[in-house]
């Protein structure tokens, strides 16, 4: 089993968070990657394992059982896109604003 990395993080407690926080929180580790990936590899890598993190905490909650596919798929192009050859030709740009849709839902 991989270290937490987020070391105050359990699975109870992300579950008290609504899907659209978890998204945004997800999205904000997406954005990290993005902004350091030419800065600082290492830095950048972190947040992509951060974000994986929280996607599989996501994953697991059992509020999300509904829209699983669609998380797990997600998953899979984020692997694509940030850590794999993006074979699935992802725009960082677009990805960036699917995340910013959650940051505006989870503010109402």
């Known amino acids: 089993m991989k270290p937490k990395l987020h070391k105050d993080l359990t699975q109870a407690r992300w579950n ?12 904000s580790e997406f954005e990290r990657a993005v902004n350091w990936q030419k800065k600082s590899p290492k ?23 509904r829209g699983l596919k669609e998380i797990v798929r997600l998953r899979e192009v984020l692997a694509d896109l940030l850590v794999f050859d993006n074979e699935y030709h ?3 740009n677009k990805t960036k604003k699917y995340f910013y849709a959650f940051n505006w839902a989870a503010r109402i």
């Open 16 to 27: 008290k968070l609504s899907f659209f926080a978890q998204m945004a929180n997800i999205g």
């Open 90 to 92: 992802s725009d960082i």
């Open 43 to 65: 830095i950048a890598g972190q947040a992509v394992d951060r974000m994986f993190e929280l996607l599989d905490l996501t994953i697991n909650d059992p509020k999300n059982r």
